[in-house]
């Protein structure tokens, strides 16, 4: 298994098939093939794994159980007040997301800097102030990000388990030949975890922790819904990551190194269990030997019960509604021989998984062509799930593309579709609203396909807008305009190619390529679903540019209720004139802070502020990077709490009046000095 420290983003998806058959035809036949099936024993399921080999191997780590807090200041506030506040960005409403900041309901701000959570007091904003800090296991844990409810406090993220090394190595040679002949390297040798600490912040000054859960696997995503907590995690079997410390034998391979296990800690009592076969399914036409493991977490009644169930061969991407999760497996089957390129099919298995209170149940599978590219490629509307895909030529030798959309009923088989969408281009942005998708696909302009899903059966492409530049991120103001935020584009065309040897002379974008520039903020008129327009449009800076909301959408600051939207920008900007024939330059960092716009259908997009945190003296170190001081500062998050705005750093924390936008109070930051280690 790779080590991975990015987020993905409850649906698991993606896999790559090659079938030379009609459509109609696989989709009876991958029906048969991803459709769970039961394992009668340990025995039956060490067979299993025999038959399947794997190329994908790495590092695991371990979880060391230490762990403290340290409480900083007294004060919290009585719980009967109640201060209005923004929160987390997510898809689906209700459904929360991880984030590297929360807020509750009387104005306290818990942030996660580096490996400590800081607890501030933001309301009023006057007496913005540290209330205390937990310290995190240092050495062996990377949180990922946080979830508050009802003054529980869980922080998610990885941790890692050293494996022994078979009896005996400790003696050997130091040599890295002798230690690779005894089952590989022991320095990576680890069992990759997901672990959730758990505390109660009903005194936000003197936090306790009451629960640590560790999962195997590497954290793959998780959702909050109401009480639970459903995190996912993608494990291997210790078989595999070391073949010569377990038996090879299906008769003698214990549970231990072929299932995932549960370590619990409350109460100051550590369990550790391995999963029971009844609550593992495999799916037959898996190829690599990893289990998707879903798990909950009851935070209103922490002490009771880890629900697990393990799902062997799949795990992606992952989107979550109130009642599904939704995971998909990515498969890589090549059927040619030497030079010969096979005719394919990019395909997508989708599982889908049913919640409730906690429960987890396998409820049916479907397959479609093509890939997706994120969470937002998927929705759930209904009985109905809906995804966009794009599929790759491969077989053709010049990588042709095009897009679709797909329609599944509930029992996962699919009931209406539209192909060939944006021939020779890749979908860059999705967003699904209501009976409506809006999709983004770019290679020399941005089309905005606009589609009406409120016939499931057929689904239509109602209208097309083509613009410069396109938008990794689409987000809804009303039912008839939306935001988009990516990149502008500049497209160039050489002036003169070599017809006679095109060979040495014609540059690979002849015809035409475009090259990003700086960030585009568009905002969308879609309430004719024939005629989308785009009625304003703001450029930030030149190529270099760039603002995490591209590729996280949890950094936009939203709030309906003030009409107001921001975004953390790292600005760049040319030193010369834009030259057409050399739209590759890249300008120089100039700026990071927070962009705050007002945003109305009537008036398009007001600038109200920009907000920095570096200090006048901190400037860029080259003309290339900021120094490694200056990041420091760097705004990631932006939130209201009552009438006062707030920006997040590493260093500090920063209070403006939303009357003005000018500053009312700060607060340095003061994590432990003296890590846990």
């Keep these: 298994m790779f080590y991975f420290t990015g987020q993905r983003a409850v649906f698991l998806l993606g896999s790559l098939s090659i079938l030379c058959i009609s459509e109609p035809n ?254 593992v399914v495999y799916f037959p036409d898996f190829v690599e030997p990893d289990y998707v493991v879903v798990a909950s977490i009851d935070l209103e009644q922490p002490q009771k019960k880890v629900v697990t169930k393990a799902y062997l061969g799949a795990g992606d991407l992952v989107y979550a509604s109130h009642e599904n999760l939704y995971l998909s497996a990515s498969k890589y089957n090549f059927g040619g021989n030497g030079d010969v390129v096979p005719q394919n099919i990019t395909t997508t298995q989708i599982f889908k998984i049913g919640i409730d209170a906690g429960q987890i149940n396998f409820a049916a599978a479907g397959e479609v062509k093509g890939t997706a590219l994120n969470q937002f490629s998927m929705d759930e509307q209904g009985d109905y799930f809906r995804i966009a895909t794009t599929t790759h030529n491969w077989s053709s030798g010049t990588n042709e593309s095009y897009s679709s959309m797909f329609v599944l009923n509930k029992d996962m088989k699919t009931v209406g579709k539209i192909d060939e969408l944006g021939k020779g281009e890749d979908i860059y942005a999705t967003r699904f609203m209501g009976n409506r998708c809006y999709i983004v696909t770019f290679k020399l302009t941005d089309p905005l396909f606009a589609i009406d899903l409120s016939t499931p059966e057929k689904p239509v492409v109602m209208g097309e807008l083509k613009i410069p530049g396109y938008s990794n991120y689409l987000h809804p103001i009303d039912e008839k305009h939306l935001i988009g935020f990516g990149k502008d584009a500049a497209i160039y065309r050489p002036e003169k190619t070599n017809e006679d040897n095109p060979s040495t002379d014609t540059p690979w974008w002849t015809g035409g390529s475009a090259f990003y520039q700086g960030m585009k903020v568009a905002l969308f008129d879609v309430a004719d679903m024939k005629n989308p327009k785009q009625i304003d449009s703001v450029t930030i800076g030149d190529r270099g540019t760039d603002s995490p909301i591209l590729w996280d959408h949890k950094a936009l600051y939203w709030d309906a209720e003030k009409h107001l939207f921001g975004f953390p920008v790292q600005e760049s900007h040319l030193t010369e004139p834009f030259d057409p024939q050399k739209p590759w330059n890249y300008g120089q960092p100039s700026y990071q802070g927070a962009y705050i716009y007002e945003v109305t259908p009537e008036k398009g997009f007001t600038l109200k502020a920009k907000l920095s945190q570096i200090p006048d003296a901190m400037t860029p170190k080259t003309e290339s990077y900021w120094q490694s001081e200056a990041t420091n500062y760097f705004i990631d998050r932006i939130l209201r709490v009552d009438d006062s705005l707030y920006t997040l750093s590493s260093n500090q924390i920063t209070a403006y009046s939303l009357d003005n936008y000018k500053e009312v109070n700060t607060l340095m930051l003061k994590p432990q000095v003296n890590s846990q280690k």
């Design 26 to 279: 696989f989709a009876e036949q991958i029906a048969k093939k991803i459709q769970p099936q039961k394992i009668a024993s340990t025995f039956a399921l060490a067979n299993l794994l025999k038959k399947h080999n794997t190329n994908r191997f790495g590092r695991m780590r371990v979880a060391y159980l230490n762990r403290s807090v340290v409480a900083m200041a007294d004060g919290a506030v009585a719980k009967s007040i109640s201060v209005s506040h923004t929160d987390t960005n997510v898809q689906v409403t209700g459904v929360d997301e991880r984030d590297r900041v929360k807020v509750d309901d009387i104005g306290y701000i818990y942030q996660l800097v580096n490996n400590q959570v800081i607890i501030a007091k933001a309301f009023p904003a006057a007496q913005l102030s540290q209330s205390a800090v937990i310290k995190l296991p240092q050495d062996n844990f990377v949180p990922t990000g946080l979830y508050l409810q009802n003054g529980k406090l869980v922080i998610v993220g990885n941790t890692w388990q050293e494996l022994s090394p078979p009896v005996g190595i400790e003696n050997t040679a130091t040599s890295p030949t002798a230690k690779i002949a005894y089952g590989g390297w022991w320095g990576y040798m680890r069992n990759t975890q997901t672990r959730a600490l758990i505390y109660d912040v009903s005194d936000q000054s003197h936090p306790k922790q009451i629960r640590d859960v560790v999962v195997d696997g590497d954290y793959l995503d998780s959702r909050r819904i109401g009480n639970y907590l459903y995190f996912i995690t993608r494990s291997y079997p210790r078989y595999f990551m070391a073949p010569t410390m377990v038996s090879t034998n299906p008769w003698f391979m214990k549970s231990k190194d072929i299932l995932p296990s549960v370590t619990d800690i409350k109460a100051g009592k550590t369990t550790t269990k391995t999963l029971a076969i009844k609550d």
